[in-house]
């Protein structure tokens, strides 16, 4: 008897016609973790020499057993693989093809991010033409910069979409085993050799596992275990991950392990599967709730903005406390911890009238002569452009010009959609 990687699939079931409310639900407590997350980071306090602005975290010893509660960069990814596995599924159905899937969701992405890139350009061009030091300049935007790695890798993981479903689908094991095997390889040539840049190719191959840990519970095979099996699951590969931690191959601090990715994620990214597949039925419930589903069906239309506009807006506050001369208590002192529930309040009302008046370009609906009809190098051209915008900020982030560049080539990306789907339109 053999084991074949193209495993028999259970009965096809169709995709959902509607969105899981419970993924919903599990995707917006998600980002308002990563808000909250970053607002804590954020250090503004008193020091010996006057105020500092630092990465709190970064002196707190209890940060690394947080670290394992409030990485949920493998959950965003779970759930965004359902979600286009789900997308995808629904328009092949309608007879669409790779050009329209990619340039619908190119479309999405880069409409919000382009408000957003231009957005810090002008923050950044008012620092400097306000006789703010360069050096103070530069690491705002910097700062500013960081959160857009998901952008990048969210929009190369969404260009491999249809191909990796064609996978799963044929051999489902093999898809998912073959980027975790790549994550694993390149882990060891970078422990063994020392090199971290061998590393990022993990912004590739672990997400991309991750990615496919979504078809899975897209298709209904982690819908089909017990909870049992599930939660002794969840507990093996909890056990298996900390196991490892302390070998040293990989870091307890699973933000630490994010940069660069390491497959220590994907092990993370399986526990919280299994841990949402046991509770997606009580969030479901929950999500029905009129408070409830009012918040989330707000933050799932503007989900791209919120993660786009957070960290702008946490640089701000920050900027206005160094400035207010308000008295700082020291960072990670029981004043300063018992400031941080009036913080988050600050920011979270902060942040959202940001999303409240950027997201209504997001949210705007679409006219039909702007839906992207366009083919397969017409979309991964966009695809491109857009990414080539993120990875400029990632680079050279300290650079208002940077980001101006950065927004035009954001902008350039729905705009390649835009013109094509017109110009087929008046063709026909």
């Not at 169709?14 to 804590?40: G, M």
């Not at 002196?59 to 409030?70: T, Y």
């Not at 979600?83 to 409409?111: D, K």
């Not at 008012?126 to 703010?132: E, F, N, R, Y």
């Amino acid at each position: 008897m053999t084991l074949s990687l193209a495993t028999r699939a259970p009965e096809r079931r169709e995709p959902p016609a509607r969105r899981d409310a419970a993924v919903d639900l599990a995707r917006s407590a998600s980002l308002v973790v990563v808000v909250l997350l970053h607002a804590l980071m954020v250090g503004v306090g008193a020091g010996a020499a006057g105020p500092v602005l630092e990465n709190a975290m970064e002196h707190w010893p209890g940060f690394a057993a947080l670290s394992w509660l409030v990485q949920v960069m493998p959950l965003f990814f779970v759930l965004g693989g359902f979600s286009s596995y789900t997308q995808w599924e629904r328009m092949r159905g309608r007879g669409a093809g790779y050009g329209e899937y990619l340039g619908a969701r190119v479309r999405r992405l880069f409409v919000p991010a382009a408000v957003a890139l231009g957005g810090v350009a002008v923050l950044l061009s008012a620092l400097t033409l306000a006789g703010v030091p360069e050096s103070l300049v530069a690491v705002a935007g910097f700062r500013m910069s960081q959160p857009l790695w998901f952008l990048g890798v969210y929009v190369l993981c969404t260009v491999g979409v249809p191909p990796m479903v064609a996978l799963h689908r044929r051999a489902p094991v093999l898809g998912l085993l073959a980027p975790v095997a790549l994550a694993l390889a390149a882990d060891v040539v970078r422990v063994s050799t020392g090199v971290t840049g061998v590393g990022f190719a993990n912004l590739v191959f672990v997400w991309l596992a991750v990615q496919q840990l979504g078809f899975w519970l897209a298709d209904g095979r982690v819908g089909a275990l017990r909870p049992r099996t599930l939660l002794l699951g969840a507990a093996g590969a909890a056990a298996l991950l900390a196991g490892v931690c302390a070998t040293g191959f990989w870091s307890f601090d699973m933000l630490a392990n994010l940069n660069p990715p390491v497959s220590a994620l994907v092990l993370l990214g399986a526990i919280q599967l299994a841990l949402f597949a046991v509770v997606a039925p009580a969030l479901r419930s929950a999500a029905t709730r009129p408070g409830v589903e009012a918040v989330v069906a707000w933050i799932s239309a503007r989900a791209m903005t919120v993660y786009l506009w957070h960290m702008p807006v946490l640089i701000v506050l920050a900027g206005a406390l160094l400035v207010s001369g308000t008295t700082l208590p020291p960072i990670l002192s029981a004043e300063w911890w018992s400031s941080r529930p009036v913080w988050f309040a600050v920011v979270l009302i902060a942040v959202a009238g940001a999303v409240a008046v950027a997201g209504r370009i997001e949210t705007a609906p679409a006219r039909p002569d702007t839906a992207p009809q366009v083919s397969p190098v017409t979309a991964v051209t966009g695809a491109v452009a857009g990414a080539s915008g993120v990875v400029l900020t990632l680079v050279t982030g300290g650079s208002a010009a940077a980001w101006v560049v950065a927004a035009a080539l954001a902008c350039a990306a729905p705009l390649i959609m835009r013109r094509t789907s017109i110009s087929a339109a008046v063709s026909r």
